[in-house]
């Protein structure tokens, strides 16, 4: 999968400021799913020293694939990204990103740590840009829907068990989407969101345990979702049952199987 990076050098540079008005970008939010639980029983300095060694993977991809980190809450990053594959760059910025926390998990396991699974939310669309100063920013930034709904993913996909979700509008801007590993996830209630939203799961870049799993599961859970949407709930909690076999901790197989048995199967 190729995108646009800038060097590594460059990517020490600073980025230059958005330019006020409205323009279309795609909006990356990510963070560590219960960072509160690992912390729990740790020190402010070894809090300090995970927050460190997560942003020290989180940070360097997006700078190096041209994104602009915006915000910084705690663990929470929000990144902008711009140009005619932003999309693209977004992906697989996050996907980078991934990897390197498989990485470190490998580490902290070998060290007896829990490991740290970062959730990841994507949406493309027009935003308007707010240029730093304004009413005392001191930085640029980025109101719209793709915001919200990025934002929203990235909390869906700790419930979901996913490691990136996208959203209908950033999936079909994706130069290639048969060059990912994805699958739908259906139409989705956001909170937030009066109308359900389609949603895309990316699993590039997880462990390789995982992603053999996921692979084996993918036919399956696609009889699943087409079952579901015949309204065959008997039929489409037979196939989430085995997708549960196979991923025991899929939580969208289990949310699918949970709302065919409200259904009386």
């Known amino acids: 999968m190729q995108f646009s990076r800038r060097s590594l050098k460059d990517a020490e540079k600073p980025l230059p400021p958005a330019e006020p008005g409205e323009r279309r970008v795609a909006v990356l939010f990510l963070a560590l799913t219960d960072s509160m639980g690992v912390c729990q029983g740790l020190s402010l300095s070894e809090r300090a020293a995970l927050l460190e060694s997560w942003l020290a993977r989180a940070c360097p991809p997006i700078l190096r694939a041209g994104g602009r980190i915006e915000s910084l809450a705690g663990e929470t990053i929000k990144a902008i990204f711009e140009g005619p594959e932003c999309t693209d760059t977004a992906v697989g910025a996050g996907i980078e990103v991934q990897s390197s926390m498989v990485a470190l998990n ?42 919200d709904l990025a934002f929203r993913l990235m909390q869906a996909a700790k419930s979901f068990v996913s490691p990136l979700l996208l959203g209908e509008e950033a999936f079909k801007t994706l130069a290639a989407p048969a ?81 065919c048995s409200r259904q009386g199967h």
């Open 106 to 147: 490998e580490e902290r396991k070998a060290q007896g740590k829990e490991a740290l699974e970062p959730r990841f939310g994507i949406d493309t669309g027009p935003c308007l840009m707010l240029p730093p100063g304004l009413a005392g920013l001191g930085a640029s930034l980025s109101l719209g829907p793709p915001v």
């Open 179 to 259: 060059d990912y590993k994805y699958r739908f996830l259906g139409k989705v209630k956001i909170e937030g969101k009066e109308a359900p939203v389609s949603v895309f799961e990316i699993f590039d870049g997880v462990s390789p345990e995982l992603f053999e799993r996921k692979q084996r599961a993918g036919s399956l859970f696609e009889q699943g979702m087409l079952a579901y949407y015949q309204k065959d709930f008997g039929g489409a909690s037979y196939f989430f049952k085995l997708v549960l076999e196979i991923l025991p901790e899929d939580g969208a197989a289990a949310f699918y199987l949970d709302n």
